[in-house]
């Protein structure tokens, strides 16, 4: 099956670029392209097929580097070899891999190593007891404040068609705590400007939800489609929400640039891009009083052990909390929730938080 361009209305799958050693056609890499392929068909999100493939490949290449040319070469014992490696491993800048990072290496290994067995190409699974490392628990490290929110919003040029599409792209992160992956895909129609409401289309693991949109953001994307957009647009038939300087739909890494401009202009010194306003967002909502079952709903959480029953929250309620605690607002309030459970949402920012800058950083070494 090949990847590149589909012909059936599905967005196109990002190709990970041929490392700088070509992997061994004769070895594990054609079963690597059916295992993809695998993925594809049980329709697995795109994001998680490219993390699994630039693991799956760095495994390979490490194997082609050690005559290690079939599925069948690969045992138990290599496999925790090459966990020492990881391990061991030093990036240029001489730091080790984080332990989120090692764990997103191998995990996808054991799932590759299982449909080997099950597609019967290997008798037995080696990876089946394959030891993954624990994921501590850490707070972010790269929290903004309000006032440093506050100057960066401050930075693009709203005179500007570009500068007021960046300033309403900001406001939403901010307000609504999106990935970068959900900002890029939302839709005009995903706006109901009526209600006060986002809908995210089959965010991180395919789940959708409804979002409150804070007023003073919304006031910021409504001039935005107003001013804006009908400027920066060429394709009337367009359907998305930003667009690019071009007009077509805004690319994440182009919206990671912009971002990463503009914190820069702020002079703001702090590691990250779209995902500082998410932590911002879930950490100043909940100083002001927010409960974390609201954070987690909003964040799209559904499956942190703390709670079970946040995707059932109202949006409703979820707007009354937001209103209430959100810092970005065109009147302010004093009431405030009840907090609670901090520590394991803010553990699991901080590891989105790695792995999104991991990620890159692994994509950009490709």
């Not at 029953?309 to 004093?334: C, G, N, Q, W």
Request: glycine share 6%; proline share 4%; net charge neutral.
């Amino acid at each position: 099956m090949a990847r590149g361009k589909r012909t059936d209305g599905q967005p196109k799958r990002r190709v990970v670029k041929a490392q700088s050693r070509p992997l061994n056609p004769n070895g594990i890499a054609p079963y690597l392209e059916q295992h993809l392929e695998w993925l594809t068909v049980k329709a697995y999100a795109t994001d998680t097929i490219d993390r699994r493939e630039i693991a799956l490949r760095r495994f390979i290449e490490w194997c082609d580097e050690r005559g290690l040319h079939a599925p069948q070469d690969i045992t138990k014992p290599i496999l925790e070899r090459y966990q020492r490696h990881l391990y061991y491993y030093r990036k240029s800048n001489g730091k080790p891999l984080a332990l989120s990072t090692q764990h997103s290496f191998l995990a996808p290994l054991k799932t590759f190593f299982k449909w080997l067995t099950q597609e019967n190409h290997l008798l037995y699974n080696p990876a089946s007891e394959l030891m993954l490392p624990k994921q501590p628990k850490h707070l972010p490290k790269e929290i903004l404040s309000v006032e440093e929110v506050e100057q960066i919003l401050a930075q693009p040029d709203y005179e500007t068609a570009e500068g007021l599409r960046d300033r309403a792209m900001l406001e939403t992160l901010y307000s609504t705590g999106l990935r970068r992956m959900e900002l890029t895909a939302l839709k005009t129609y995903d706006l109901d400007c009526r209600r006060a409401i986002v809908v995210v289309r089959e965010g991180k693991g395919k789940r959708d939800r409804i979002l409150p949109i804070g007023e003073r953001a919304l006031a910021w994307v409504e001039k935005y489609l107003e001013d804006s957009r009908p400027k920066l647009a060429v394709d009337l038939h367009e359907e998305a929400l930003f667009l690019d300087d071009w007009g077509g739909a805004m690319a994440r890494d182009t919206l990671a640039h912009k971002v990463k401009i503009h914190i820069r202009n702020a002079g703001v010194d702090k590691k990250g891009c779209c995902h500082l306003f998410r932590h911002a967002m879930a950490t100043h909502m909940l100083d002001n009083g927010a409960d974390t079952r609201f954070i987690q709903a909003m964040l799209g959480h559904a499956d942190l052990a703390t709670t079970q029953i946040y995707t059932h929250v109202s949006v409703e309620k979820l707007r009354d909390i937001h209103t209430a605690t959100h810092p970005a607002k065109l009147k302010r309030s004093d009431e405030a929730g009840e907090e609670s459970g901090t520590t394991d949402l803010l553990s699991s920012l901080a590891a989105e938080g790695v792995e999104e800058l991991e990620t890159l950083e692994a994509a950009e070494r490709l």
